[in-house]
T-cell receptor, first 109, second 115 residues
Framework: GIQVEQSPPDLILQEGANSTLRCNFS?????LQWFHQNPWGQLINLFY???GTKQNGRLSATTVATERYSLLYISSSQTTDSGVYFC???????????FGGGTRLMVKP | GAGVSQSPRYKVTKRGQDVALRCDPI?????LYWYRQALGQGPEFLTY????????KSGLPNDRFSAERPEGSISTLTIQRTEQRDSAMYRC?????????????FGQGTRLTVV
């Protein structure tokens, strides 16, 4: 099956800093989604982004499908951004998402 | 409903007991997915449905695990003769479906602890 790798595995930021999270995948995909797992365990869909760039407030994401990677940008980070960010892909073979291992982000005040 | 709803939120059960986890998807969503998430890891696929039909159950770890969605809406994941290794967060997601998965929305999960 498809392999999804995220980097870095852990990230500590000072409030106000910017960051870039990366997701690499091993094969062509139908779609790619970014999720935020907040400290209460809820998994929130941030972006549905099979290709191109999308922005939502301080967050934006870019997927370059031909090169098999996606980036999630967090600008002016806030303590509420803390949690785990997951990238998940749907490959061409089936209708399910395969998740990466996540990036654990802590934003300090 | 407005979002995906799972119940119970927390379940503690004794080894050997059966448990049933419920998922109520977003109204109108065709596809429903079950995932399991161990502590510190990403969710792993268990099974999914389009309407009432179970399309793929390749992720179910063994025959103690089963799922149904009899009327194409609410789904139940059942674990028989629970074992300590079944302890995890069980997550349900739904999507519009209809050619590709579409954007997936997850419920708050059920934290299962087998003692």
């Amino acid at each position: 099956g498809i392999q999804v790798e995220q980097s870095p595995p852990d990230l500590i930021l000072q409030e106000g800093a910017n960051s870039t999270l990366r997701c690499n995948f091993s094969d062509s995909v139908n779609n790619l989604q970014w999720f935020h797992q907040n400290p209460w365990g809820q998994l929130i869909n941030l972006f549905y982004i099979p290709s191109g760039t999308k922005q939502n407030g301080r967050l934006s994401a870019t997927t370059v499908a031909t090169e098999r990677y996606s980036l999630l940008y967090i600008s002016s980070s806030q303590t509420t951004d803390s949690g785990v960010y997951f990238c998940a892909v749907e490959d061409n073979a089936g209708n399910m998402l395969t998740f990466g291992g996540g990036t654990r982000l802590m934003v300090k005040p | 409903g407005a979002g995906v709803s799972q119940s119970p939120r927390y379940k503690v059960t004794k080894r050997g007991q059966d448990v049933a986890l419920r998922c109520d998807p977003i109204s109108g969503h065709v596809s429903l997915y079950w995932y399991r998430q161990a502590l510190g890891q990403g969710p792993e696929f268990l099974t999914y449905f389009n309407y009432e039909a179970q399309q793929d159950k390749s992720g179910l770890p063994n025959d103690r695990f089963s799922a149904e969605r009899p009327e194409g809406s609410i789904s139940t994941l059942t674990i028989q003769r629970t074992e300590q290794r079944d302890s995890a967060m069980y997550r349900c997601a739904s999507s519009l479906g209809g050619g590709g998965m579409g954007r997936a929305f997850f419920g708050q999960g059920t934290r299962l602890t087998v003692v």
